[in-house]
T-cell receptor, first 113, second 115 residues
Framework: DQQVKQNSPSLSVQEGRISILNCDYT??????FLWYKKYPAEGPTFLIS?????DKNEDGRFTVFLNKSAKHLSLHIVPSQPGDSAVYFC????????????FGTGTRLQVTL | EPEVTQTPSHQVTQMGQEVILRCVPI?????FYWYRQILGQKVEFLVS????????KSEIFDDQFSVERPDGSNFTLKIRSTKLEDSAMYFC?????????????FGNGTRLTVT
């Protein structure tokens, strides 16, 4: 099942700079996209979501951009902080199956001092 | 902040044994879920539960699996006869609403090891 893909397994960014995490999907029927953050030994924590009818959603330091024609979304974190170091998962849900999230494989973000 | 709690944090069992994984969802949430993550693989949906019945389930959730809300606070996942391939981290989640984009709140997981 490769419907949601995160092609970068890891990313390293300096504190204060922008972190950009990418996600691609193949199923045009996805209607919501969500980003989760996961620390070791903890469950995923919801960060931000976006509806497929929008192209941008912002919440504090986190902004998600959606390009439907390219089937691509990205999460921007500005400015990056050491506490942002975690694994970030992109997830998507299909119309009518709101509870069934399809997850990507995750990107490990390391924010360095 | 209210959170989803899961017990135990780690469960070791022998192949063929029954296991019950327990979860206490956030108290005012109405939708409940189980997901799992096999080591090195994606987080996968297993089942969703609303109004005391299963609302969706994946192809993974076969007859060996069952869920129950035995009282007003607990939500359990039972695996009747465990297999080696059931070894995974099992995450319980809950949400206030079931509509698209509603954030799921996950517990810290139960690591199930089947030997």
């Amino acid at each position: 099942d490769q419907q949601v893909k995160q092609n970068s397994p890891s990313l390293s960014v300096q504190e204060g700079r922008i972190s950009i995490l990418n996600c691609d999907y193949t199923n045009s029927m996805f209607d919501y996209f969500l980003w989760y953050k996961k620390y070791p030994a903890e469950g995923p924590t919801f960060l931000i979501s976006i509806s497929s009818i929008k192209d941008k959603n912002e919440d504090g330091r986190f902004t998600v951009f959606l390009n439907k024609s390219a089937k691509h979304l990205s999460l921007h974190i500005v400015p990056s902080q050491p506490g942002d170091s975690a694994v970030y998962f992109c997830a998507a849900s299909l119309t009518g199956t709101a509870s069934k999230l399809t997850f990507g494989t995750g990107t490990r973000l390391q924010v360095t001092l | 902040e209210p959170e989803v709690t899961q017990t135990p944090s780690h469960q070791v069992t022998q192949m063929g044994q029954e296991v019950i994984l327990r979860c206490v969802p956030i108290s005012n949430h109405l939708y409940f879920y189980w997901y799992r993550q096999i080591l090195g693989q994606k987080v996968e949906f297993l089942v969703s539960f609303y109004n005391n019945e299963i609302s969706e389930k994946s192809e993974i959730f076969d007859d060996q699996f069952s869920v129950e809300r035995p009282d007003g606070s607990n939500f359990t996942l039972k695996i009747r006869s465990t297999k080696l391939e059931d070894s995974a981290m099992y995450f319980c989640a809950s949400s206030e609403a079931g509509r698209g984009g509603s954030p799921l709140h996950f517990g810290n997981g139960t690591r199930l090891t089947v030997t």
